[in-house]
Every structure is written in C-alpha cells, then in structure tokens.
C-alpha cells in the first residue's frame, strides 16, 4: 500500500513513472504539453539548436503563442513573431494560433481544450499556473529548461510539499474570482508558499466558476506557488465537455494526503479588493483601496478578463458613461471571447460608455505594447502585477481588482466598489 | 574545496538588480559579466576573482524570471552563491545554468563581507576562515549536484543527443 499523496505530488508520480513521490524529492518526468510565447521563444529556439535539437517530442503538444506584443508593435517584436511562425513551420506543430487566432495564451490554451486535468505542464511564462484551475499540474520555467522539453518532451521537478487551502461561505453581491485571489494574497505574502504548491478544497467550490479558479490559480504566482490546483468536479467536466482536444483521466489527491499546512479563507462579508501599488499583498476593500485620481482602467489580461468578467464589468457600465478624465481600455483575451462580447452586446455597452477596444493581447499588463502609462499616472487592472513600473513610468500607480471594481472605478474617476455606482 | 571571498548582499536581491534590463539586448553572457549586480555595488564586476562567493539573505533572484541573471554570476567567476533563500525561479535557473546555489540561513546572517569562505560543494559545510566557523547548507539533491557538475541542463541533454559536449 503506497502512503498517501496529494494531488500535485500523484501528476508528478504518475507522469515520472513511479507509484510514489516524497515531496522535496527530484524526479524526471513526462510533459503533456509544452508552452512558450513571444518573449521566451528566442532564447528557446536557440537553446534548442544549441543542444542539436532537430524535432520536437510531439508536434501536437507544442504551443507557441505571441501574445505579448501582438499585433506586433515594432520591427523587433514583428521579427520573433516570424521567427516563430517559421519555427512553427518547420516542426510541423498541429495547433497554431497567428494572426486573427492569436490570443493571451493562458486564456487561449484552456479555451481551446488543450490543457486538461491530471496533465503536466511547462510553460516558459509565470502564469502557467493558471491552468492549475483545470486540475493540471502546470508551472512556469526558464528558457533552458524549455528547450530541453521541446526535444525531450520531459523536465524535472521537485516534488513541492502542498498547502490545504479550504474555501467556504457565501459570495455576496459583485464578488468573484480577483477578491477571493487578492484576499489570499494578503493571508499569503509574497513568501506564502515559496516552492509550494496549493490545493483547494471546501464548500465554495461547487459554486466557483471555471473563470474564478482560474483568476485565482493565476495570481498564486505572487505568493510563491509553483503550482496551484483545484479539483476537478462538475464544474470541470462541464467547462471541458465541448472543448478538450484529448481524452483525460482526473487524479484527485488521497483521503489522507500529506499537507504542509490548512489556511482557510470564509468569504461570507467579503467585501470587492483591490490591491494597492506596489505590490499585489497590498490588500484593502475597494472603497477605502485610495482616494487618488486615476486616468486609465484596464480590463484585460490572463487574470480576469473573461467571458464572466465582461459580463459583469458591462453589467456596471451599462447606461453609464466613464469619468471624462479616465481612458477606459477593453481587451478581450481571445479573439473568442471578443466574438461572444459583440455578440452579446457587451462590445456595445463598452463603447457607448466611453470606452476603447483593443486586440486579443497582453497589452498594457506589462507595459510593453498599448495602454502604457505616464510619469505620475494611475491605473486600475484587471491584472496581476503592480510592481512599480509594470506599466509604463517607473512614477505611475496601479491597483490591482476584479471587473465589477475595475468598471465602476472608471465611472467614478477613483478606485471605487461597484455598490457605490449602482445605488 | 573551493576557496573565496565572500561578498555580502541583502534580501530580495531581484533578477533586475542582478543584471538590470537595459543590459539586456546584449546577447553575449560576458557583456553581462561585465556589469552584474553593478546598480548594487559598482565595484563587484571588475574586482570579482574566480571562485569567490555571493552571500545574500532572503528570496534572492525575485522578480522577472531571467536566465541572464544566474548566467552572469556564473560568468563573472563566481563558485557559488549561498543564500537565506532564493526564488523559485532563481533557484530553478542556476542549477540549468550549471551555477551551484546553497541554502544557509545562519552563513546569511553570520558571514562578513569579505571573510574568506571554504566550501565543500558536495557536503554543503561551509568554513568561514576568518571568524573560524562553520554551517552546514541545506543538502542539494544529488540530481542538482549533477546538473552544474555536467555544466547545466542543456550540456546534460546535448550529451545525451549527440554523445558528447
Ligand atoms: S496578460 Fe500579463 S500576466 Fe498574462 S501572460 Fe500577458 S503579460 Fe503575462
């Protein structure tokens, strides 16, 4: 009888072969898919061709996404995009995602069926995590080691010891995924769970949406996390049914598994956050977040911006219009997403508010490409990071908060809590 | 045993402070050899010698995820760095890199900038020679021993290709 395991240490098992893995152990193991993007490409492919890599492992568990200069934004980036689509060519990979089909990769691999529960993942980008939400071990790595899973179709792994994190309560009004996210931030700290990985448990779940674990896996990052799974229910298997490019087959971690440690979050009372400059622990209620002017809102990225999260930032902004001195910017993550928001009215509501559209892309979340800020400006994101400078001048100020905080911050001309607009 | 100087830095030392952005269209390590960790302390990059150390304190190599950044401590000459603790993906990258990374709170704490350090990399006992103490690392899998004695992870796998280095 093998001793108990939590979830993310029986993925690295089963992927490495073995019937059981002690966290903290080091194990080689078998990816089931392999992501990189327009920053982390270049270096990988040259590290590939370095190692005298020819193929890689399996041409229809390899994804590479432009997604955070897209559409290029000056030669320099316009030159990686070629080089990837070229490298893409050349090994012949089976799903490609270029020009009107590109899109933020963490929202666009999960949307198109091609991350799925009980798999393991790399990718050559922090927010790998994020697909922690389908039940994947999924974590982020270097170039190097990206290169070498191009032609080995294996990494390794240190088999993290796992934190227990209970969710319970009832969601109130405007609630969602970026509140429950930031409020375990603030519990966490940016150390919270150096080198581990997290696993929820508990009564919310079944009335969490697949949006909301995936804003929340995708903001563990800042605690620390390598990896940051839910279990897969319900909710999982009607989010997959119509999508998931490969059979699957669900691992659920073991009555008594070992936990390092249980934190509990109840979000009964739990009022809309927003994470204050510069830094993503920096929790405090929406209301009371700051009082400062702000000049743009941001509804975009990996972090909360999906279908869901337009609805609800468009439930705020419907027959409003924003603060004149606020540029209100929406990308939709996938270009998906962008159909279902013109085909619902949600594009409408936007534009008629005052707002601005923009392209399936990264955008201003890093300040690399559209939306960057001014010295001395202040933002409001549907993101993840607000270290100084993220977006633009190393003097601007971002907060960090769902849709709802994100659209009635607009309407009002500060950080502001959606009951504020709507009483 | 691997003998050298200790240079001491404090916590969250971050990939931007190790090699700042604006050095990184250069594509070579040792342009970045040239001015590592330099916005911290200018003199580091020139007056380095082989086989000294990097001692820091908490989460070191935080922030952006940079392979240049455990590459040009590498480069520069440096045998090991021992740290309170390292980021996730600090701590990953280096041994990639094929630069040995220890953990050690109490060396943290205790060593002065400049004593000189004695260092048996496969048992983790660190000597400080001029206070005559000694600490003990946390162990480093023998899987990562391997790694930076093979030269990093992509002189491992090119071995495992093509036969040879
Ligand atoms: S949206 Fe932001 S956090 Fe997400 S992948 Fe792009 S730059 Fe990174």
Not at chain 1, 164 to 187: C, N, S
Not at chain 1, 299 to 320: F, K, P, Y
Request: glycine residues 10%; aromatic residues 6%.
């Amino acid at each position: 009888m093998n001793q108990p395991q939590t979830m993310s240490q029986k993925i690295l098992a089963s992927r490495a072969g073995l019937p059981y893995v002690e966290p903290g152990a080091i194990v080689e193991a078998g990816l089931d898919m392999v992501l990189a993007n327009d920053v982390s490409t270049p270096m990988a492919i040259r590290g590939f061709k370095d190692i005298g890599g020819e193929h890689v492992f399996d041409s229809s568990r390899v994804v590479l996404v432009a997604d955070h200069f897209t559409p290029n934004k000056d030669v320099a980036s316009a030159l990686i995009s070629k080089e990837m689509v070229e490298f893409a060519s050349a090994m012949r990979l089976e799903h490609r995602f270029e020009g009107g089909s590109s899109g933020v990769s963490h929202v666009l691999l999960a949307e198109q069926g091609l991350i799925l529960p009980g798999e393991l993942v790399v990718g050559a980008d922090s927010r790998t995590v994020t697909h922690g939400a389908l039940g994947a071990f999924a974590t982020g790595v270097g170039a190097s080691d990206l290169a070498a899973a191009l032609v080995t179709g294996r990494g390794w792994f240190q088999a993290p010891a796992s934190i227990r994190v209970e969710l319970g309560g009832e969601l109130g009004p405007w609630i969602g995924g970026m509140d429950i996210a930031l409020a375990l931030l603030r519990l966490l700290g940016p150390e919270g769970a150096h080198y581990q990985s997290l696993e929820f448990f508990g009564p919310l779940l079944p009335r969490l949406s697949m949006e909301a674990r995936m804003s929340i896996s995708n903001l563990m990052v800042e605690s620390g996390a390598k990896a940051a799974l839910f279990p897969v229910d319900q909710v999982t298997t009607d989010y997959l049914r119509d999508k998931a490019k490969r059979s699957w087959r669900s691992v659920a971690p073991d009555p008594e598994a070992p936990y390092a440690k249980t934190i509990k979050l109840d979000v009964t009372g739990l009022e809309s956050l927003a994470a204050r400059p510069h830094r993503p622990h920096d929790v405090a209620t929406a209301r009371r977040a700051g009082y400062e002017p702000v000049n743009q809102v941001f509804i975009g990225s990996c972090a909360a911006a999906r279908l869901e999260d337009l609805r609800v930032a468009a439930q705020v902004l419907a027959g409003r219009q924003v603060h004149p001195r606020v540029r209100l910017l929406v990308l939709p993550p996938t270009p998906r997403i962008m159909l279902q928001a013109v085909r619902e009215g949600l594009v409408e509501t936007f534009l008629a508010a005052g707002g601005v559209m923009g392209p399936p892309s990264c955008g201003p979340c890093m300040g690399g490409h559209l939306g960057v800020l001014a010295a001395g400006e202040v933002a409001v994101a549907t993101a993840n990071r607000n270290y100084r400078g993220r977006m633009g001048h190393p003097s601007s100020r971002i907060y960090l908060a769902g849709p709802a905080v994100a659209a009635a911050s607009a309407i009002l001309g500060r950080v502001a809590d959606p009951a504020e607009v709507l009483s | 045993m691997i003998s050298g100087m200790a240079w001491v830095f404090g916590d969250h030392i971050s990939s931007d402070a190790i090699i700042p952005a604006r050095f990184l269209h250069q594509r070579d390590s040792r342009s970045w050899a040239k001015v590592v960790l330099a916005d911290l302390r200018p003199e580091f990059a020139s007056q380095v010698g082989f086989g000294d150390f990097i001692v820091a304190g908490r989460n070191f190599g935080c922030g952006s995820s940079r392979e240049q950044a455990p590459l040009a401590i590498k480069t520069a000459g440096v045998a090991a760095v021992i740290a309170h603790s390292f980021s996730r993906m600090f701590y990953r990258n280096a041994f990639n890199m094929g630069l040995a990374v220890f953990t050690c709170p109490e060396a943290a704490v205790r060593v002065h900038d400049g004593d000189r350090l004695r260092l048996d990399p496969y048992s983790g006992l660190i000597e400080d020679v001029e206070q005559q103490i000694s600490f003990q690392a946390q162990p480093v899998d023998p899987y990562l021993t391997d790694l930076v004695s093979q030269g990093g992870l992509l002189k491992k796998i090119r071995k495992q290709i093509t036969g040879h280095g």
